[in-house]
T-cell receptor
């Protein structure tokens, strides 16, 4: 069974600085997708960024980018120019190419200090 | 465009009772998934429906069931409630049947069992 591990339960960063959230996963499959979701206090999970395993190029969405290391099974999220609105729980998620099920990590609570 | 709508937002039930939660996906989305979120177990997959058919099911007891209607709205039912069923139940929908682009989540139903 696939597993996703987020080793940092909590992280904090100064506003306008850069922070990297770690995620590792375990799978024997070659076809899969990886996601980062953000969950603010409103409870709604918001998709931040996605990565297809077959793509070598790291995904980027504005201030958010990933470092996808397929051989190491690592999928870290970098947030540049951190803003107060980035404060939330961040979840890394894995989806097999053969299933619609998302497997989530335990989450990292990100605090932004003004 | 309306997002994923879950009703009710909050619910308090007594042990032994049953409960039905509702999810209206984004218009046009035919894939609907349900997740249970608890502090101890994190986010766990319950089931996924596409065009009224259950395609995937998580490792939950038979007390947890769901269905999808022809208009893609989905309901999940939990019978014989236990204290451990207290959780945030999240619904997510996808336009893409394979959910390669991720899911859009609702704000969840907070169920408290007393």
């Amino acid at each position: 069974a696939q597993t996703v591990t987020q080793s940092q339960p909590e992280m904090s960063v100064q506003e306008a600085e850069t922070v990297t959230l770690s995620c590792t996963y375990d799978t024997s499959e070659s076809d899969y997708y990886l996601f980062w979701y953000k969950q603010p206090p409103s409870r709604q999970m918001i998709l931040v960024i996605r990565q297809e395993a077959y793509k070598q190029q790291n995904a980027t969405e504005n201030r958010f980018s990933v470092n996808f290391q397929k051989a190491a099974k690592s999928f870290s999220l970098k947030i540049s120019d951190s803003q107060l609105g980035d404060a939330a729980m961040y979840f890394c998620a894995y989806r097999s190419g053969r299933s619609q099920k998302l497997v989530f990590g335990q989450g990292t609570r990100l605090t932004i200090n003004p | 465009k309306a997002g994923v709508t879950q009703t009710p937002r909050y619910l308090i039930k007594t042990r032994g009772q049953q409960v039905t939660l509702s999810c209206s996906p984004i218009s046009g989305h035919r894939s609907v998934s349900w997740y249970q979120q608890t502090p101890g177990q994190g986010l766990q997959f319950l089931f996924e429906y596409f065009s009224e058919t259950q395609r995937n099911k998580g490792n939950f007891p038979g007390r947890f069931s769901g269905r999808q209607f022809s208009n893609s709205r989905s309901e999940m039912n939990v019978s014989t409630l236990e204290l451990g069923d207290s959780a945030l139940y999240l619904c997510a929908s996808s336009l893409d049947p394979q959910a390669n682009y991720g899911y859009t989540f609702g704000s969840g139903t907070r169920l408290t069992v007393v």
